[in-house]
């Protein structure tokens, strides 16, 4: 279970106040996949980040009794300074894994070599996807955070993730943001509408789509 208990996320820039989330409450049940819609700035990507735990709420609180990915890979929460070896030791460590166990799946996984051993600030976008991507197949979660299907790597590289991850959803929830309606429905069972610092939670995925197409009309 996920829950977002009165949850107001306001930001604060150059002496303006933007409200994305107001007093929002909802529970996201276990054994259910949810797609995230709304318009450019309603929130969907903080939304993520604080389902998350990347962004804190303004007030409220977001409860989880469920261990919950970071946004599939997504490398922006590497230390730029630090190896990737040091840095997968590191998170492992955080999610109480074995370092060495999960060390060995991401080198073997990513097929970085030597440039594990190299600072994450001199990867390019692709090596560090790759990176992040290991890590979130290396460490078991309860629910996935997909902000936007992308591809990572090569076609065969490609072929590989696709395999992991849905080993992966065999056993785990997905909550994802996707501008493809035909992702949505096929990946998720349940919608989230997010529409004037609200969030409206639809039983049916394609009745979220069809208020996230009039909203775009």
């Known amino acids: 279970m996920i829950r977002f208990d009165n949850v107001t996320k306001i930001y604060r820039t150059d002496g303006h106040r933007r409200t994305i989330l107001d007093r929002v409450s909802f529970t ?3 054994g259910i996949s949810y797609g995230i819609l709304g318009i450019n700035g309603a929130g969907k990507s903080t939304t993520m980040r604080l389902l998350g735990g990347g962004e804190m709420p303004t007030k409220g609180r977001v409860v989880r009794n469920r261990r919950v990915s970071w946004p599939l890979g997504f490398s922006g929460g590497f230390h730029p300074n630090m190896t990737g070896r040091d840095n997968i030791i590191f998170v492992a460590r955080i999610y109480g894994e074995d370092p060495r166990r999960v060390l060995e799946f991401v080198e073997d996984f990513s097929e970085l070599g030597s440039y594990l051993d190299v600072q994450i600030r001199t990867y390019s976008s692709g090596m560090g996807s790759r990176l992040a991507f290991g890590m979130s197949m290396a460490i078991p979660f309860d629910c996935y955070l997909i902000d936007e299907v992308t591809a990572v790597g090569d076609a065969r590289f490609q072929k590989r993730c696709e395999e992991a991850f849905n080993a992966r959803r065999a056993n785990a929830d997905v909550i ?34 069809e208020v996230y197409r009039r909203l775009n009309a």
């Open 28 to 30: 996201l049940k276990p």
């Open 176 to 209: 994802m943001v996707s501008h493809g309606m035909d992702t949505l429905r096929t990946w998720c069972q349940q919608g989230i509408v997010l529409i004037n610092g609200r969030a409206i939670v639809y039983e049916n995925i394609d009745d979220a789509i």
